[in-house]
């Protein structure tokens, strides 16, 4: 409060006054306010305005499809803050990532918000898992009683197809081994 101040010179020229804030940098960058000062210079009253700006950031989410074999479905999301829906669906078409941009880091309090992802809707022949911070979906494939995985082709399961003629020719040549030494073993005469 400035009290007792001169309203005009020796002239009878009235004086303006004028206010400013030594540290409106560190307040604004430091502290998040913005600050506006409402002075004309001729009033007897000056409004100081300090307005919090939530700073901003970027919320990254992830999907991880299982058993998919290439399909991706279509997913329907929408952010959560603090348990809040907020803002719209998102429609996403087999991403793996999504990003909300520019979200408010804190409230007007400088508490943190914290943010999830829902998935609004059914995913047909899917089952979603959020993960508990929130920020993964698992989506897995749902097989249905009484069908068959899809056949992966030859290029997936060339490993697996060759070790099993392996196992079987080795198999094969230990079994005739095997017979010739039983055959040997039932010649008459033979002194052991």
């Avoid at 309203?7 to 540290?23: Q, W």
């Avoid at 998935?119 to 979906?137: D, F, L, Q, R, W």
């Amino acid at each position: 409060r400035f009290n007792d101040l001169e309203k005009n010179d020796k002239l009878g020229n009235v004086f303006k006054y004028s206010l400013r804030v030594k540290n409106e940098k560190e307040i604004k960058e430091k502290y998040n306010y913005n600050l506006v000062i409402n002075d004309s210079g001729y009033t007897e009253k000056v409004n100081i305005l300090l307005n919090y700006v939530s700073p901003k950031i970027d919320v990254p989410f992830k999907l991880v499809y299982q058993g998919a074999n290439g399909d991706k479905p279509k997913v329907n999301i929408r952010l959560v803050r603090n348990g809040k829906p907020l803002g719209d669906i998102v429609k996403l078409n087999g991403e793996y990532e999504y990003v909300f941009k520019g979200l408010d880091e804190t409230d007007q309090n400088g508490n943190k918000y914290e943010y999830k992802v829902e998935i609004v809707g059914e995913i047909s022949g899917y089952e979603a898992i959020i993960s508990p911070s929130g920020k993964t979906v698992i989506l897995t494939k749902k097989i249905e009683k009484g069908k068959f995985l899809p056949y992966a082709g030859a290029e997936k399961n060339i490993g697996f197809g060759t070790i099993l003629i392996l196992m079987i020719g080795y198999g094969l040549k230990v079994f005739k081994a095997q017979r010739k030494i039983n055959t040997i073993t039932n010649i008459r005469g033979i002194k052991r």
